[in-house]
């Protein structure tokens, strides 16, 4: 199986995870900023997820989820996955 990347996620998982994201934290009306600081993640790493630009770690969407006050399964649900 080749390694997921961003030039061979074919079925664009980590955009569309990225989209949902983006859209829950619009939705708190939250600066890219700020959630990245209350997930404890750099914040151009968290611009990168948002883009889909990166293959995050379960334990990185926990944090997100945490920090949008959602469950991962809500984030992964709302990207089709």
Known sequence: MARVSVKTDKDSSLVRLGAAIRA???L????????ADHA???RSHMGKVERG?????LLN??????????????LLSQAGL
């Not at 630009?53 to 770690?57: L, V």
């Open 40 to 42: 404890g993640i750099d």
């Open 24 to 26: 829950r934290r619009q």
């Open 61 to 74: 969407i926990m944090r997100i989820a945490i920090a949008l006050d959602c469950s991962a399964s809500e």
């Open 28 to 35: 708190l009306s939250m600066s890219q900023e700020a959630l």
């Open 53 to 57: 630009e990166r293959n995050i770690t």
